[in-house]
């Protein structure tokens, strides 16, 4: 299939503000703005908007709807967090000692709010006085240059310095020290990065086909197009004033496989490639989402577009969920909520409205991905659609990287390949471009040898952990470590054939998302035998990606971490099909 452009031309790029406009804007301007957007909703037939845009191109919640919002909104209205990029306020923080910011309400909230927009998490529990740093990677496409110079970041802060690969196929980079941060901005722009908007009410990183444009088997190269999402998100890395200040975070991502490598359905907006009167273009799912009080799929919108309108479609959704979503109990603020308020039909008319043309096509039966479809694995040597070449999987275990690991991927990348590593959701790493002619010496690569194989073991391969308590402040347990010693364990004890993808978060957050996996592992506290406190998981089962997905539901609650291998063995065997390896030896002729 081939690849189809798409357009920017649809909609404005909020310009820089001006110094005129960063003034507060008197009452008798934001009553005029006020009744101008009432006006022009009241026209448009469209239901009254809870925010509307002030001078200078921020918006904020109307007085009329401000009866018991949220912190985090009242955070928002004392001062908008994207002062901190148009104003060049990340600057003076950065020049302002920490602990003079947390003398003040404000100066505290700036710390462990607002930064967020900026993609800066402080690890107050912790690593007090360090930020984790998150950038934006569409697609989970990055070059040698760009990882060299995360790596340089993070070898600067010692053994407080490492990265982390996402469950959106994205960096985290951590131990970063806030004055160094304007800096590190600057850095960013030189080799094509960005960590603005990439936290708190914001976008997240748009997903798509690890295996974009390499793939013999793609059904559309999705890279375009998570790269134009990104571009119009971030208003070029400059900031879209019109999209910070949704209702909570927001998934998007771009289907390019039969094999659904970006998940679709756990995001708030997926596009599925289809074909209508002989035009290519996508169906659309909203809704997905995981929470501590609810996890839903994504639900059919019964809409489809043509490939040239995924950024107004996009758009359209963005601005119904900012103008409607609630903004009162956070666990109640994703858009999955305001879809079941209004019932999916009269969601998908206020998406409609927003349209350039008011329109919204509904779903066509011409969907491409197959429904019968094995999923594949990307791990290991795959030749490419290019005649002669291969892309390499490797496993990164748990998505845990030191400065040397990444220094010696760009190297390699650049060695064997084309100076390019794509991320995976599943945290994992892949070399693309690798002549045939380099790829045994590619294999006997001490880091493949050592630290990232492209063989692992069966269960390690299906390994994912959220990043746990050893930096997160609302991880209730220790994930990353955790999760190979266990694996290590069971590995030991039994025998496994077939793939079981084992996913561990360290709390009801499900950063590690463990109700898409076949065995999940959620943190909890619990009591042992003894009756003492202590680290716990609640067991999932069931969950499935792919043309088949369905979340996973509680198996166990409570289950001691120190009494989790058993348990673990017991799932395998009597739902895999694992067998003892005392057993398996005894067998042997």
């Known amino acids: 299939m081939t690849s189809y452009s798409t357009s920017l031309q649809h909609f404005r790029v909020p310009q820089r503000l001006s110094s005129r406009c960063r003034r507060r804007p008197s009452s008798v301007a934001v009553g005029e703005l006020a009744a101008n957007s009432t006006a022009q909703e009241a026209e448009a037939g469209r239901l009254e908007a809870r925010v509307e845009e002030r001078e200078g191109g921020y918006w904020v919640l109307k007085e009329k709807f401000r009866a018991g919002i949220n912190l985090q ?53 912790h690593q007090y006085g360090r930020f984790m740093m998150r950038l934006k990677l569409p697609n989970g496409v990055t070059t040698s240059k760009q990882t060299r110079y995360l790596a340089s970041v993070i070898q600067s802060y010692g053994e407080e310095g490492c990265a982390d690969i996402t469950t959106r196929q994205n960096w985290q980079i951590r131990g970063v020290q806030l004055t160094d941060v304007p800096s590190i901005l600057d850095g960013f722009t030189a080799v094509g990065l960005t960590s603005l908007q990439s936290g708190m009410d914001n976008v997240r990183n748009p997903v798509g086909n690890p295996l974009a444009g390499i793939d013999p088997l793609e059904i559309v190269d999705t890279r375009p197009y998570a790269s134009l999402l990104s571009s119009f998100v971030t208003a070029n890395s400059k900031g879209n004033l019109s999209l910070t200040n949704l209702p909570r975070k927001w998934n998007v991502c771009v289907v390019g496989s039969h094999d659904l490598y970006e ?3 756990i995001n708030d907006l997926a596009y599925m490639p289809a074909e209508k009167y002989g035009r290519f273009g996508f169906n659309l799912l909203v809704g997905g989402f995981f929470s501590p009080k609810r996890c839903a799929e994504a ?90 070449f291969s892309f390499v999987g490797l496993h990164v275990p748990v998505g845990r990287l030191q400065a040397v690991d990444m220094f010696e991927l760009a190297r390699i990348a650049d060695a064997y390949g084309s100076g390019e590593l794509r991320l995976t959701v599943e945290q994992n ?34 390994l994912v952990a959220c990043t746990g308590s050893q930096f997160c402040g609302q991880a209730i347990i220790e994930t990353k470590a955790r999760a190979l010693r266990v694996t290590e364990e069971v590995e030991r004890r039994v025998s496994v054939a077939q793939p079981v993808r084992m996913h561990w978060t360290g709390c009801p957050n499900s950063c590690g998302q463990v109700q898409v996996a076949d065995i999940g592992f959620m943190g909890c506290l619990t009591r042992n035998a003894d009756g003492k406190v202590c680290e ?27 009494e989790l291998v058993p348990v ?17 030896q005894e067998a042997l002729p």
């Open 429 to 462: 790493i892949i070399i693309p471009n690798v002549k045939n002619s380099r790829l045994s010496a590619l294999l006997e690569e001490p880091l493949l040898k050592k630290r990232f194989s492209p063989g692992p073991s069966i269960l390690m391969k299906g």
């Open 299 to 388: 639900v059919p919108l019964d809409g489809w577009i043509p490939a040239d309108d995924v950024i107004p479609l996009c758009k359209a959704v963005l601005e119904a969920y900012r103008d409607l979503g609630s903004r009162g109990n956070r666990q109640k603020t994703r858009m999955m909520w305001l879809i079941n308020e209004l019932g999916i039909e009269t969601f998908r008319t206020e998406v409609e409205k927003r349209m350039p043309k008011g329109n919204l096509e509904r779903a066509s039966p011409g969907e491409l991905v197959m429904k019968q479809w094995e999923r594949r694995d990307y791990l290991g040597v795959h030749p490419q659609k290019q005649l002669g």
């Open 536 to 562: 716990g998981v609640d067991v999932y089962l069931g969950g499935r990606i792919g043309s088949d997905s369905h979340l996973g539901e509680l198996y166990k609650k409570g289950v001691p971490c120190d």
């Open 73 to 125: 909104e009242k955070v928002k209205l004392e001062k908008d967090p994207m002062t901190l990029v148009y104003e060049d306020g990340i600057r003076k923080l950065a020049a302002t000692p920490l602990e003079e910011m947390e003398a003040s309400k404000s100066g505290k909230d700036d710390i462990d709010v607002r930064l967020k927009w900026l993609g800066l998490f402080h690890r107050r529990k």
């Open 263 to 265: 998940h679709p359905h």
């Open 568 to 584: 673990v063995v017991e799932i395998l065997v009597e739902k895999f099909g694992a067998v003892p390896k005392v057993k398996a």
